[in-house]
């Protein structure tokens, strides 16, 4: 099956030691995805504005038709709220394969696109603020970091 193939690449691991937390439920090759909840689904769809509704799936993307994907409830800065990280799959995404993003409540509660880019997030063991610093993967040498300013991620370094 095509689609578990894929959702088996996706990962959010530090690159210290550890996977990030099982309880992350994201779905890798570390530990295996949960079973989708309509509790996470109602997350998922409300964090993307209704474009994906479910843990997995496919998506009709306007610049690439159906692309599966892959999306992820979580509390990366523990304070019991939910973010949500999307992975779209596909050829039309650059030599990394996906386009990632990771949903974020502002102040006022709206969710707040932090990246939507190609690439792959890896947890990074140093936090700010409480959320950690997030290296993103692909192709090429250079592999930013990027960090939490208090209000979204940035770039801290270009380069890694």
Known sequence: ???????????VTTTCTVPLVAALAFPSTAFA???DSSADAKIISEAT?????????????????????????VDLNGDGRPEVFT???GSCYGMAGRQMDLYI??????WKSQFGF????????????????????????????????GQKYDVYKRCR
Do not use: S
């Open 105 to 110: 409540k502002d102040k006022r509660g709206e």
């Open 118 to 149: 190609n690439g792959e997030p890896i947890m990074l063991k140093a936090k700010r603020m409480g959320y950690p610093d997030i290296l993103i993967g692909g192709p090429g040498g250079c592999l930013p970091v990027w960090r939490w300013n």
């Open 87 to 89: 992975n779209l799959y």
């Open 1 to 11: 099956d095509h689609l578990l193939a894929r959702e088996n690449t996706m990962r």
């Open 33 to 35: 995805a949960p079973p």
């Open 49 to 73: 504005g209704g474009k994906l509704k479910a843990t997995q799936g496919e998506y009709f993307d306007k610049y690439c038709g159906p692309v599966d994907y892959g999306a992820a409830v």
